[in-house]
Every structure is written in C-alpha cells, then in structure tokens.
C-alpha cells in the first residue's frame, strides 16, 4: 500500500538590507510573504544581509525591525543575519575552488567598462574574462604581492559540471515558478551572465552566493521577491546543483515606481513607511491598502 505523500511546509521569508528606512515597497514585499506563509499555515523567516560593512548600520537594522512591526509584520523564529554567517560562504567558496570553478580577478570596475570585448547580458555588460586567461604563477605572484581582488566562477566550466551532476550533463537546468494558478517549470540561462563575482573585494561574498546559502539553511521553500531579481534566478539555480542544495520555488512580483515612472528606493528618497507613520497614517489601513494593491498617491507597479 502507498503512502500519501505529506504536504510541504511552506517557509517563505523576507531578507531586506540595512543601508536605509524602509520604503512602501519593501512593506508591500513583506506583507505579501508573510500571507502566503501564514495562508499555507507555514512560516515566514526574516533575514537581514548585513554583509556590506560600507553600507549596513546598526541603527537601520533597528529602524527595519520597528517599521515592520508598525505595519503588523510578524516573522518566526530568529532573525538571521549574515554577518554571523561568513564562516558559511567561506567553506562554500573553498569547496568551489577544490571543484576547480573560481579565479581571482583584479580588474576595476573602471578596466571592465572600458573593455571593448564586453557583450552584454540580462544585468548589462558581461565580464569579458580578463583575469580568467592569467596563468597560475601571475595570479599567485598578484595574490602574494596584497593586489585587491574578487573571485569570479568560471561560468562555463560551471554549467557543463552543474548539468552532469543534475542529471547527466542531458538537459538544461530549470528553476520552478509559482503563482496562484500553479506552478511552471523554467530553463535558467546562466551562461548569459558571464563569469559572475561570488566574493566581491569589500565583502566575504556576493549577494548571489550568501543568498543561495541562507535560503538553503533556512529551509526556505518558496521565495517572493522583486521581478528585477528574476533573471539572476538562473545563477542560483546554478549554485543550488553545483553546492547539492534544495531548490525553492521562486515568485517575481512588480517593482514599485513613483509618478515619473522611478523605481522605488532608498537613495532616491522614495516614501519610507517611518514618514508615514509620522504622518500619523494608520497601520492597519496601509496594510490593507497594499494587500489590495492601492498605494500612497503617485505610487503604482511598474506594469501598470
């Protein structure tokens, strides 16, 4: 006799960056992954990426946690933050140099825009693979001599082993997408990306690695998170069969933008929730404003 397979426990989170207040754009996001969670009678974890010592504050990550609270969202379990987190990305960063799929780079970002050979992908110019053609002596005598550097994975050498560990080196990888009238199965392109940073100068890793990792540690089963990050869904379906980690299903939902058709954020001084809330604006009104997609005057998503 078969047994019914037991439904999954949906965990979903929220994973906002502490380098300024809170717009009505990440309330929006919030709000909407906390509902899938608790509608599913799962769990919505939160997580702050406080990985960029340039940028991230103490003070903003108090700010995020009082402005989510205003607005009535409410997360399980601890907050995870990345910076306890760096002992994670760099095993991972090992065990991908052991596989042979990581270089280091010391090109500027100065070298890499004025490269001639740069073709251009889903995030613009692509790395034209400067640094990859260096022999081994040059990087080491570069490395030992203190020249800042990133790494970068070798994309193709990548692809070609996450496809034979996927499933025999026969097929595309694929991520799944989801919406409320099911789910699609989708082929990721992460050659289109070029040899991406995974380990940038100023930090212990790129967003697309510490992102893959805490997802997977989370145990997060269903990621919501804006349509600019969709394209580089194919990168961290990459990470995923190269690392043997879980795949989520992912869902991309419009970006905000103001009347000039801007996309919303922090350094353009788009609404933030604490200035409403100093407005003396209801909570439980905005709340329920953004869940039925009706936003503060001049605010509306990108596709409409």
Do not use: N
Request: charged share 25%; net charge positive.
């Amino acid at each position: 006799m078969t047994r019914p397979v037991a439904p999954q426990h949906m965990v979903t989170r929220f994973a906002p960056s502490p380098t300024g207040r809170l717009h009505v754009g990440h309330g929006w996001s919030a709000l909407m992954a906390m509902d899938l969670a608790r509608a599913a009678g799962g769990t919505m974890r939160l997580r702050i990426e406080d990985i960029d010592g340039t940028r991230s504050r103490p003070e903003h990550v108090a700010a995020i946690i009082e402005d989510l609270r205003w607005l009535g969202v409410a997360w399980d379990g601890e907050i995870i933050f990345q910076s306890q987190r760096t002992g994670t990305y760099a095993a991972a960063l090992d065990r991908l140099r052991a596989m042979g799929l990581l270089y280091p780079c010391f090109c500027t970002r100065a070298d890499i825009q004025a490269s001639l050979t740069a073709p251009h992908g889903p995030e613009g110019p692509v790395y034209p693979g400067t640094c990859r053609r260096l022999d081994a002596a040059e990087r080491a005598r570069r490395i030992a001599d203190g020249d800042a550097h990133a790494w970068r994975i070798d994309m193709a050498q990548a692809v070609a082993m996450a496809k034979a560990r996927a499933g025999g080196g026969t097929g595309p990888l694929r991520w799944r997408a989801f919406d409320d009238d099911g789910d699609a199965m989708m082929t990721a392109d992460p050659l289109a990306h070029g040899d991406v940073v995974l380990a940038r100068k100023d930090a212990p890793a790129s967003y697309h690695l510490s992102c893959t990792l805490d997802d997977a540690a989370m145990g997060v089963t269903h990621v919501l998170r804006g349509t600019d990050l969709r394209s580089v869904t194919d990168i961290h379906r990459l990470l995923q069969a190269l690392l043997d980690l879980p795949s989520p299903a992912y869902r991309h939902h419009p970006l905000l933008v103001d009347a000039q058709g801007r996309r919303l954020a922090k350094r353009s001084g788009a609404i933030a929730i604490a200035a409403l809330r100093a407005q003396g604006m209801d909570p439980h009104a905005l709340a329920m404003d953004l869940r039925a997609g009706r936003f503060p005057v001049g605010i509306r998503p990108a596709s409409a």
